[in-house]
């Protein structure tokens, strides 16, 4: 990873942890019977939307192949609204590349509390993606723009939270390549945007 790279990486670290920190502590001040705050463990399905152009048959371009996302998260919420810490993996790839990228969230929630045990929500945010390739006889690493919007809902069994959400990512590594098959030798940004379906547990306190 270059040093440019490194530095975007931590300064959005820090201004994460800057900003979210004194609010869950804020949150935890509140009330301690409405478990404002929470943590949870999130897993599933992701589904790129993005062509591959590293890899085409003839004029073909195939999307990158389903793989899967898991995601930790850090939540507390201030009536209908909430904001959570995001940390996460997802993987893609192809024959012969490897793609994989860490994207750390700050997330905005809005929520509708129905009868005290369920709450859909809306919800949307960004960050940075830390990402690799590997394949076609080179590795990079780079820090890029990463970014969600979705929706989902959370049910609630006293201090144990569960829940489902579908989020669309915005994922530009700013990695590129010559595009397959292009006899002019076109160079092009191949992106990883998609869809995630996660399932999750957690703890709220």
Known sequence: MNSKSVAAVVAALAVGTALFVPLV????TVTTEEHNTYVAVKFGPYFPSETNGLNAIGNTFNKWPTKYAIDGALGAY???????LSAGYLTTGANDVDFK??????????R???GGFMAPYGEGG??????????????????????????GVDFYLGQLLLGAELKYLWL???FSSTTANDPSGAVSSFKFNGITVQGYVGIRF
């Open 101 to 110: 990228t860490w994207p750390v969230l700050l997330i905005a929630r809005v």
């Open 172 to 174: 530009d590594p700013g």
């Open 25 to 28: 502590a804020a949150a935890q």
């Open 78 to 84: 201030w009536g209908i609204f909430g904001l959570q």
């Open 126 to 151: 960004a960050g940075v993606g830390i990402s690799s390739v590997s394949g076609l006889g080179s590795n990079s690493t780079k820090a890029g723009f990463a970014g969600i919007a979705g929706a």
């Open 112 to 114: 509708l509390p129905i």
